[in-house]
């Protein structure tokens, strides 16, 4: 199993509509670094949803449920999408000046390519930010 963090604006698909619709197909992504990520996802894999904007936090836990395929609204093979359904929100909200501050991330892409939407996450990184949301701010 992998562990990914996808960012998504929260004004345009958050993590509570996410909850409501309880799955997804995971599109819109254009990146050719982040095409190459989602290329590589698999059933199975779990992924932080990460809001971007004002909010700039990990807010809850989402599982790719069917890996990448040609993204149905596009005449492009090169874009790709993958379908995830919601999991658990993480017990709060992990800011990203709370991991920027936290050695842990030290050189994660999250960090070094700020705009990319798709990120693989090492599992040190992973149960860091797990445990991060269930400590007090």
Known sequence: MAYWLLKTEPTDYSWAKLVRDKKATWDG?????????????KAGDQALIY??????????IAKITKGPYPDPKENDP??????????????????????????????????????????????LMWDRIIEMSKEKQ
């Open 78 to 123: 090169k874009l790709v999408v993958v379908d995830l359904e919601s999991g658990k929100a993480l017990g709060r909200p992990v800011t990203l000046d709370e991991i920027k501050a936290d050695k842990t991330f030290a050189g994660w892409d999250l960090l070094r390519i700020g705009r990319l939407s798709v990120v693989p996450t090492p599992k």
């Open 51 to 60: 809001h971007t904007g004002n909010e700039r936090a990990a807010v809850g």
């Open 29 to 41: 992504i254009a990146n050719a670094t982040a095409l190459i990520h989602l290329r590589t996802m």
